[in-house]
T-cell receptor, first 110, second 109 residues
């Protein structure tokens, strides 16, 4: 039982490049979400999903896309990376009001 | 955006001291959660409070949800170095979770 896994752990991009952050959970939770964490700003919700095929925007969705084709996987896509997207990204899986977080992806955009 | 304000932002105390961290909002939440986060890791849930006025205890940690379900507090008795970390509160509203900016606690031996 791995819980929530995220890959990669670290990534450096150049401005304009695209990439996908992977997130997977093995707890059969319907609700999954993506957050970014910046110094002094806590965690801010980017996108979330209440089940396969259903996604919605959070507080800071611009520049990010998501899809949910299976219950287990919830990838986050950066379409054209910008320095403002330098952050630590956390994926979470929620069951019974308890959020389980992955270990995070530290992204730097140069 | 439903703003959650945490205070203080930073707290540095000696082992054995007591402390209280506050989480305040002008919004009503269905539930409120407290997390602790270690450097380089994701947040880990400590407690969820649901009912206005609810008090929950977890060993030396006491959590309270305000009567109006807009605010919460975390009290730690006889802090230990192992309590060091970033404490985050999060309010739940219509399936979304809104996080405070956190309180960074350092407990010195």
């Amino acid at each position: 039982n791995a819980g929530v896994t995220q890959t990669p752990k670290f990534q450096v991009l150049k401005t304009g490049q695209s990439m996908t952050l992977q997130c997977a959970q093995d707890m059969n939770h319907e609700y999954m979400s993506w957050y970014r964490q910046d110094p002094g700003m806590g965690l801010r919700l980017i996108h979330y999903s209440v089940g396969a095929g259903i996604t919605d925007q959070g507080e800071v969705p611009n520049g990010y896309n998501v899809s949910r084709s299976t219950t287990e996987d919830f990838p986050l896509r950066l379409l054209s990376a910008a320095p403002s997207q330098t952050s630590v990204y956390f994926c979470a899986s929620t069951g019974q009001r308890e959020q389980f977080f992955g270990p995070g992806t530290r992204l730097t955009v140069l | 955006t439903q703003l959650l304000e945490q205070s203080p932002q930073f707290l540095s105390i000696q082992e054995g001291e007591n402390l209280t961290v506050y989480c305040n909002s002008s919004s009503v939440f269905s539930s409120l959660q407290w997390y602790r986060q270690e450097p380089g890791e994701g947040p880990v849930l400590l407690v969820t409070v649901v009912t206005g006025g609810e008090v929950k205890k977890l060993k030396r940690l006491t959590f309270q949800f305000g009567d109006a379900r807009k605010d919460s507090s975390l009290h730690i008795t006889a802090a230990q170095p192992g309590d060091t970390g970033l404490y985050l509160c999060a309010g739940e509203s219509f399936n979304k979770f809104y996080f405070g900016s956190g309180t960074k606690l350092n407990v010195k031996p």
